[in-house]
């Protein structure tokens, strides 16, 4: 499906329904639609750090944004109606990295990897192909096989920093003071949630919560200045809760506080990562010494046959319709 101004249209008919568009088994290799044109040197950041941005989102994307919003205002945001666990519960996490190979922006191409194991009750679905300002070049047919295989669904993005010519395009495109570059910044943050939004809009995909990834990008690195960073995170917040979204926050306390250092999200949910280690080291991450910023711990990240596997904290499993949704 390519991005196209009828797309405000098509959002309003896809949402209320949850419907997403027909697509394929990832495995099969067939493009959903291309990847956006790279528009990132590596050199062209704000302060001379590498730019995070890799592609454009068109002016389409924002009427996309626009319709979500206001079908989240009216309530059409998921409920659940998911029935309550005891213990914890198994799910993953997939992006780009599950796209065929080959496809996705040149510095981040899909990899083959895995779909989640048969026993994982849901699915955490990337909308960003890497940086921010990019899609995921198969999340339709990721929608697709979370349908097929009934597993509940929420969704994550990545942000990034911007490179110097799209901090000029969008730094006073938004609710903040374009007059500072602290409101530029977020401003810039602002737009790559709308951008990410509209990405939902465009495969009919709605989540009680979107997880904003803070992490390092490689590739497209983050400035080294972390009042700076936390200005594009608080962008990202404003802009997806402006629209209706609740918000949580993924990382590690470590590399959270390498990008934006003591950034206050308010106490947001946490969804915390363990790398290569294994489901007791992620429910242990689950406990106080791995708080990021303070909030509820939703769910620990661990990486085992070649997957990112999740396992819901204690107490989550009782209410999973407030972090999961059941596609229709």
Same mark, same amino acid.
């Given at each position: 499906m390519k991005r196209r101004a009828a797309g405000v249209v098509l959002l309003a008919a896809l949402l209320p329904a949850l419907a997403a568009c027909s697509g394929s088994d990832p495995s099969a290799g067939a493009p959903p639609r291309p990847p956006a044109p790279s528009t990132a040197t590596p050199s062209d950041g704000a302060d001379g750090k590498p730019g995070g941005d890799a592609g454009d989102p068109g002016a389409d994307a924002s009427d996309l944004a626009e319709a979500a919003e206001d079908l989240a205002r009216e309530g059409t945001q998921p409920t659940g109606n998911i029935a309550p666990?005891?213990?914890?519960?198994?799910?993953?996490?997939?992006? %780009?990295?599950?796209?065929?190979?080959?496809?996705? /922006?040149? *510095?981040?191409?899909?990899?083959? $990897?895995? $779909?989640?194991?048969?026993?994982?009750?849901? =699915? =955490?679905?990337?909308?960003?192909?890497?940086?921010? &300002?990019? &899609?995921?070049?198969?999340? *339709?047919?990721?929608v697709q096989w979370a349908r097929e295989n009934d597993v509940l669904v929420s969704v994550y993005a990545v942000s990034s920093y911007p490179s110097k010519k799209t901090l000029e395009k969008y730094g006073a495109d938004g609710p903040h003071d374009a007059s500072t570059t602290t409101g530029q910044l977020k401003n810039v943050g602002y737009q790559q949630a709308r951008f990410n /939004?509209?990405?939902?809009?465009?495969?009919?995909?709605?989540?009680? /919560? /979107? %997880?904003?990834? =803070?992490?390092?990008?490689?590739? &497209?690195? %983050?400035?080294?200045?972390?009042?700076?960073?936390?200005? =594009?995170? *608080?962008?990202?917040?404003?802009?997806?809760?402006?629209?209706? &979204?609740?918000?949580?926050?993924?990382?590690?306390?470590?590399?959270?506080?390498?990008?934006v250092g003591d950034l206050d999200l308010g106490?947001?949910?946490e969804w915390r990562a363990a790398g290569q280690t294994s489901r007791a080291e992620a429910l242990n991450r689950c406990g106080p010494d791995w708080s990021i910023q303070g909030g509820t711990a939703v769910m620990g990240q661990w990486v085992e046959q070649r997957r990112d596997q999740n396992i819901t904290c204690p107490g989550i499993a009782a209410d999973l319709g407030q972090w999961f949704h059941r596609l229709t």
């Open positions: 666990r005891d213990g914890e519960v198994l799910g993953g996490d997939v992006s %780009w990295p599950q796209c065929p190979k080959g496809m996705g /922006i040149p *510095e981040k191409q899909g990899l083959a $990897m895995p $779909m989640p194991l048969p026993e994982a009750e849901y =699915v =955490v679905l990337g909308l960003t192909n890497g940086p921010g &300002f990019t &899609f995921n070049p198969c999340l *339709e047919d990721q /939004i509209g990405t939902m809009g465009e495969v009919g995909l709605l989540s009680p /919560i /979107i %997880w904003i990834d =803070v992490e390092p990008v490689p590739v &497209f690195e %983050w400035s080294s200045n972390l009042k700076a960073n936390a200005a =594009v995170i *608080e962008g990202v917040a404003r802009g997806y809760v402006d629209a209706g &979204f609740r918000i949580g926050v993924y990382s590690t306390p470590s590399l959270y506080a390498r990008v106490g947001i949910p």
